[in-house]
């Protein structure tokens, strides 16, 4: 029911001999992503989810909760009425559960959303994301980041392939020194290890509005300084997306 709601038409049966086939391939590093406040869910639900999840012995869990993208076919019955959003204290439920049950089998809470058993099972492909470095995309409509620059390749197929030389690029973009700084920070709070205090008196001068923001929150207890550095509280992990948006 969950994905049809979703409109995702796998057969869940193949997800545990997908990860049997990897392991008799010799790939013991599976990683399984889920979706928690699917509407019509329930937290019952939630705990049969996670239940089938570790009885497959994955080594990294991704676990979002879920987004009503505009223009998506969800958003639009949202928009309409047929279907409703999960109460919000039934989504908290829910994210406690998650972070409570995959906490006792051992896997690390290192991102909002994110869990590895172990810091070597962190997943590197999303951290270079979340720690802004550089990297390439290759292919068509691949996405590439380096030294402040972004850009996408072409993403129609037919163009992409009909050029010669370097592929044709789109959507150029270069942050400003302030909006990298916000944005740093939006990615490096959603990050369990935080921002290091080092980096913030490095990069957000006393003067910066973000100051009083980070005092706010400070004092609100969704953000706490911790070995060195500014990390978001248990409070701050259930509404992460809206204490970090402060901070751009």
Known sequence: GMLKALERWHEPANVARAADAFRRAGIDNVNIDLIFAIPGQSLDMVEADLDAALAIGPQHVSYYSLIFEPNTPMTQRLKMGQVARVDEEVERAMYERVIERLGAADFEHYEVSNWSRGRQRRCAHNLAYWQNRNWLGVGPAAASHVA??????????????????????CDHERLDADAAVGESLMLGLRLID??????LDENVAPSDP??????HLLNQNMLKIENGHLRLTRHGLFIADTVIADLL
């Open 210 to 215: 973000r100051r009083r923001t980070i005092d």
């Open 194 to 199: 935080g921002v290091s205090i080092q980096w």
């Open 148 to 169: 402040g620059r972004r850009w996408k390749n072409e993403p129609h197929l037919g163009r992409y392939l009909a050029s010669t030389g370097e592929p044709p690029t």
